[in-house]
């Protein structure tokens, strides 16, 4: 019964906390009353935060996995509000960075390790950890492998500290644009937008032999253009689709590529587009409507 309650106010706790970050976002980017580094070390430290809750709640380990849980959400909140408060001097100090900015430097690099690991699994971390120890081991390597090297003081403060590394472009259209889109496609999904698509696509081709393929497409392209997931995509409208097209006598391999190509390509489809079009925007300097 206590883990029971322990488990309901948690869900309690993570739900609240999502719906400041929203709120958050919507005043923020209504306003613009912070600047772009403290909004986007907010926008970082309500992630993360939310991110490690999540993982606390939905492990079933051992009270071992927990505690590190709660201890990378201690972490998060310690080095997100140390840069909130001190990132003045920071800026001003570029070059100059004390040893308190490099361990919290290092544990930001940690932390984000981390809750990329519990989001998406060891793939993107691993990588990550292979280019950062290829900057370290670059003077040994032969032919065009081989650079300068740089100290591990360098490679903190280019990541985090001088701000252009994790607080650069990437986080920048994350805390500003990408959130805002996420939060309107999760207001469609739940007033029922989702199903309005699957069954508009349905109702288009479903009673054709090819019907079930068209369906995917379309519903895919619908879908995508809310949330600019494809993985996000497949789970929801896969579950119908790769069934209907597999009755209708597609082979299960064939019924299963079709819908990961609709959905990869209903990932670029506007208003969302998987992040990307909100990537060149800042990048380029063109607007969004003209790359969309």
Do not use: W
């Not at 408060?85 to 004390?98: A, L, P």
């Not at 379309?218 to 879908?223: D, K, N, V």
């Not at 497949?234 to 119908?240: L, P």
């Not at 019924?255 to 190509?261: F, H, L, M, Q």
């Amino acid at each position: 019964m206590a883990e029971k309650f322990e488990h309901l106010n948690l869900k309690k706790v993570i739900f609240i906390l999502c719906i400041i970050m929203g709120l958050f976002q919507i005043l923020t980017s209504t306003f613009r009353f912070l600047a772009p580094i403290p909004l986007q070390n907010i926008h970082l430290m309500l992630a993360y935060v939310i991110i490690f809750l999540l993982a606390i709640d939905k492990t079933k380990k051992t009270c071992h996995n927990k505690i590190i849980y709660m201890v990378f959400t201690l972490l998060t909140l310690i080095a997100t509000i140390y840069i909130h408060i001190n990132y003045e001097n920071i800026v001003k100090n570029v070059g100059q960075f004390s040893s308190t900015d490099y361990f919290i430097g290092l544990l930001l690099i940690i932390i984000t390790l981390e809750a990329t690991r519990s989001s998406f699994g060891i793939a993107i971390p691993l990588l990550t950890i292979i280019f950062l120890i290829y900057m370290f081991v670059g003077p040994y390597l032969p032919g065009i492998l081989y650079h300068g090297g740089f100290s591990i003081r360098r490679v903190i403060s280019t990541a985090t500290i001088s701000f252009g590394g994790m607080y650069g472009t990437l986080l920048n259209v994350s805390a500003t644009f990408l959130a805002l889109f996420m939060i309107f496609g999760g207001i469609l999904g739940y007033t029922g937008a989702s199903e309005f698509f699957m069954n508009l696509a349905l109702g288009i081709g479903g009673k054709m032999r090819s019907g079930p393929a068209m369906a995917a497409v379309i519903s895919s392209a619908l879908m995508g253009s809310i949330n600019g997931s494809a993985v996000a995509n497949v789970a929801t409208t896969g579950v119908f689709t790769i069934p209907m097209m597999k009755e209708r006598g597609y082979e299960p391999h064939f019924a299963g590529a079709v819908e990961a190509a609709a959905s990869t390509g209903g990932m670029i489809l506007p208003p969302v587009m998987g992040v990307g079009a909100f990537v060149m925007a800042e990048l380029t300097g063109i607007s969004y409507a003209k790359i969309a």
